[in-house]
């Protein structure tokens, strides 16, 4: 399988090709739209400020789309995660993909932001490929200030002060705010 990682100067590359290399995957390294032609999946990696996804313009957002619509299956990680959404907080002006209607939000109350560690999943009752055989309650490791808001597509939930969706999945689409390359 050939896995075109999404290299738009936010992800953590590195990590990533590490975890899927471990599964099995061909890694293709792709800066263009251009090179998600032949591949079997896409991964959007990301870290940082939702103003880095501004480079995955309109050319990448259409590119992705039409992929998606053709059935191939993709992942968002992190801020990668963020991105299949309208926008986020963190920069008002970048537009998301908009796959999953929602904005995400700054995580705020009595709690440490950034969020960072091990924390829990819950599962809504709902059927998830991407979760099947995980229980509820499993660990999986965050790091973020930003998250999305549960929406119909929420797969799994943590919460941190505010519940919020730890993963979404919407047919062949799939994105985690937390890190599975960890």
Known sequence: MTVALVDYGAGNLTSVIKALHAVGADVRVVAGVDGLAGADALVVPGVGNFAATASLGPEWRSAVLAAIDRGLPTLGICLGMQWLFDGSAEAPETPGLGLIAGRCFRLE???????????????????SRLFDGVASGASAYFTHSYAAPLVDDTAATTTHAVPFSAAVERGRVFGVQFHPEK
């Not at 109350?109 to 059927?127: E, F, I, Q, S, Y």
């Open 109 to 127: 109350g009595d709690v440490k932001v950034p969020h960072v560690g091990w924390n829990t999943l819950d599962r809504p009752a709902r059927p």
